[in-house]
């Protein structure tokens, strides 16, 4: 099953065309890697699926329903590239705001607190965090309302690799719950902890596959090679 | 619309400030001191503070609140949680209504205390009742609210935010009969008055400290400065978009 259609996906931002035309499909309840090199509309794309971008063409559809449907508002959740919670509040006050603009009432703070690992430092404020501890906070918003779907926009950039570690556990966690996790990273080697792998350059798609299966098709051991096999390829063609 | 939704902003918005001592203070004192140096300023000259101290009072809260508001709103704007709100299922008057009501009270805390300084202390003589002055000052202080946060649309950096005081109050301030008074100013001067919102602020005030009963102008007056707040509540959602480019 797929939770997210996209196509024929066309954007324009100013003047520019970002995206020229783009198709995909990402399935239901799996981590949908996003890589690719920054600038090559990884952000833009997370955008569309969110329903927050302004497209020129073409349909996304998430859940059945057009991206950015009111609906969906409870359904997906989105965590932006620069964490978006506010540097005067204390941790658990974010929480708590964001938890109440979603209606959630109970556990949902102090589980997604625990989920990031940021229950000891609920009481500090948050501009005073590093800017690791800050996009955990930033994805403890995400985490919120156990979205059916995430969009997570570079989660662990800047994180250190024993937490980077500890995330991925939590997103495959969540993935094993029935979650659809749609990852962006300009780090390959986060690839392997993705089940299915979109590849980006330039606004399109070069590839759309299994990591394993990139791997054999391009003859190479890591994602890295393979993705500059397929550059090369995408160069030649 | 939902209530708590709107509950949950207000309140959030009264928490970051509590961060900030330094402006509440600020917010608070100034009003007051400011009142004060009038008042001494015209030193036994009662005549001219009685003058001058009602079109004060409709100023500061409205010039204050525009400011901090368009600040506050731009940050939201810029730092990424506005796009974070309108992602979730949040109204887009639940915000707005939200930071009304927060720098509302805030205003509400304002004009007791400058009020309740020029009336008690310094002896602004006054006809009307004293909790009208106060009620001007509240809803002008909405008002200001509600242009900051229409006008931080317009502005991409706080330095464009705060420019905007100039650009926008300041006009008013001239304009709103403090200086001449509005029947003296050449025709199309007062024209352009009438749809200023200040002017009705100004006039509200002058009212009831001209008269001992609340007249039928003091109370078109305050329906006037609603009307521009529910207006400008208006032209602020339609700002707010849930899509950008």
């Known amino acids: 099953m797929m939770s997210v259609q996209i196509s024929g996906l066309r954007v324009v931002r100013g003047g520019r065309e970002v995206i020229p035309d783009l198709d995909a499909a990402i399935p239901s309840g799996q981590i949908t890697g996003l890589l690719g090199p920054s600038g090559c509309g990884k952000t833009t794309l997370l955008r569309a699926i969110v329903g927050v971008q302004v497209i020129a063409g073409g349909l996304v559809t998430v859940l059945e329903e057009a991206a950015g449907s009111a609906s969906l508002r409870r359904r997906v959740a989105y965590q932006t590239q620069a964490p978006s919670v506010y540097s005067d509040l204390s941790v658990r006050e974010n929480l708590e705001f964001f938890a109440a603009v979603l209606g959630l009432a109970g556990h949902a703070v102090d589980d997604a607190l625990e989920t990031v690992g940021m229950t000891e430092s609920e009481q500090a404020l948050t501009g005073r965090l590093s800017g690791g501890q800050r996009s955990r906070v930033s994805l403890a918003v995400a985490l919120l309302a156990k979205p059916e779907i995430m969009v997570l926009d570079e989660p662990t950039v800047g994180l250190d690799p024993v937490l980077r570690k500890q995330l991925w556990g939590t997103f495959r966690e969540l993935a094993d719950a029935g979650a659809t996790l749609i990852v962006s990273s300009h780090v390959m080697d986060e690839a392997m902890h993705c089940d299915r792998l979109l590849l980006m350059r330039d606004g399109r798609l070069i590839a759309d596959d299994e990591p394993d299966a990139l791997m054999r098709r391009t003859n190479t051991a890591d994602i890295e090679s393979a993705f500059l096999t397929l550059v090369d390829d995408d160069a030649a063609a | ?245």
């Open chain 2, 1 to 245: 619309m939902s209530v708590a939704i709107t509950v949950a902003v207000a309140r959030r918005v009264l928490l970051q400030l509590r961060r900030d001592p330094r402006t509440i203070a600020l917010l608070l004192v100034v009003p007051c001191v400011l009142m004060a140096l009038l008042w001494w300023m015209y030193d036994g000259d009662e005549a001219t503070f009685d003058a001058l101290g009602p079109p004060l009072l409709a100023m500061f809260p409205f010039t204050v609140m525009f400011l901090v508001t368009s600040v506050t709103t731009l940050r939201e704007r810029s730092s990424g949680t506005l796009e974070r709100l309108l992602s979730m299922p949040m109204g887009k008057i639940d915000l707005l209504v939200g930071y009304a009501l927060a720098f509302g009270l805030v205003a509400l805390v304002q004009a007791l205390l400058a009020v309740g300084l020029t009336v008690g202390l310094l002896g602004l003589n006054l006809a009307g009742p004293i909790w009208a002055l106060g009620l001007v000052a509240v809803i002008d202080a909405v008002l200001g609210t509600v242009l900051g946060l229409f006008v931080s649309a317009f502005a991409e950096t706080e330095f464009q935010a705060v420019q905007f005081m100039p650009a926008l109050v300041l006009p008013q301030v001239l304009l709103c009969g403090l200086f001449v008074s509005r029947d003296a100013l050449p025709g199309v001067l007062h024209a352009v008055s009438a749809i200023l919102p200040l002017s009705y602020a100004v006039d509200a005030m002058q009212q009831v400290q001209n008269s001992a009963s609340l007249t039928a102008d003091f109370w078109i007056d305050l329906a006037v400065i609603v009307g521009f707040v529910v207006a400008l509540l208006g032209l602020g959602a339609a700002t707010l978009r849930r899509r950008t480019a």
